[in-house]
């Protein structure tokens, strides 16, 4: 059984670029979860899909922020126009609608220079 | 407004001695707490976790133990090993709803051999 896997692991943009990360959760996993971990930071909750809906967005997820899950499987997160302040750990989680227990995938970490 | 406290930072333990990493939060819908591990530029390896119906979860080396009048929880480690040495998360859910993780900030734990 494979674990989530997050796409790319490392993204490197300039200030205004938009930029798009993938994630593939464990399968079967109808449950997936992004979060954003800062320098020194716990993982800070940003938004969750139940299956291909989007059911929950932190006031973190401003407009500039979007994610999708088409046919309940892999999650993107977009961001446009990225700023300074997006640079972070973009983390990926998911787990079963019954369980409590989130698995992690290695995350993405992105730079906005 | 932090929910979910790690007041240490850091902490250094001698190996084969116990590691205690504390945890607390202030969030009384909080029923389900978990501890994660994190090596750097890697995601969240889950470790334990306990119901708030329990006061204590054991899994081999792993000990969590849950004072839900204190809203106070902590990860026992014994004995410690050199593989231990990483920063450990604690993280807190609700049942109902999206079940999304509330991370503290994080203990570096530092095993000496």
């Known amino acids: 059984d494979t674990g989530v896997s997050q796409n790319p692991r490392h993204k490197i943009t300039k200030r205004g670029q938009n930029v798009t990360f993938r994630c593939d959760p464990i399968?079967?996993?109808?449950?997936l979860y992004w979060y954003r971990q800062t320098l020194g930071q716990g993982p800070e909750f940003l938004t969750y899909?139940?299956?291909?809906?989007?059911?929950?967005k932190s006031r973190l997820l401003s407009d500039r922020f979007s994610a999708e899950r088409p046919k309940g499987s892999f999650s993107t997160l977009e961001i446009q126009r990225t700023e300074q302040g997006d640079s972070a750990m973009y983390l990926c989680?998911?787990?079963?609608?019954?369980?409590?227990?989130?698995?992690f995938g290695p995350g993405t970490r992105l730079t906005v220079t | 407004d932090q929910q979910v406290k790690q007041n240490s930072p850091s902490l250094s333990v001698q190996e084969g001695r116990i590691s205690i990493l504390n945890c607390d939060y202030t969030?009384?819908?909080?029923?389900?707490f978990l501890w994660y591990k994190k090596y750097p530029a890697e995601g969240p390896t889950f470790l334990i976790s306990?119901?708030?119906?329990?006061d204590k979860n054991e899994d081999g080396r792993f000990t969590v133990f849950l004072n839900k009048s204190a809203k106070h929880l902590s990860l026992h480690i014994v004995p410690s090993q050199p593989g231990d040495s990483a920063v450990y998360f604690c993280?807190?859910?609700?049942?109902?709803?999206?079940?999304?993780?509330?991370f503290g900030q994080g203990t570096r734990l530092t095993i000496n051999p």
């Open positions: 969030n009384s819908m909080f029923d389900y």
């Open positions: 306990i119901s708030s119906i329990k």
């Open positions: 993280a807190a859910s609700a049942i109902q709803g999206a079940q999304k993780l509330v």
């Open positions: 899909f139940q299956n291909e809906a989007q059911l929950e």
């Open positions: 399968s079967e996993h109808n449950r």
């Open positions: 989680a998911s787990s079963l609608y019954s369980g409590q227990i989130q698995y």
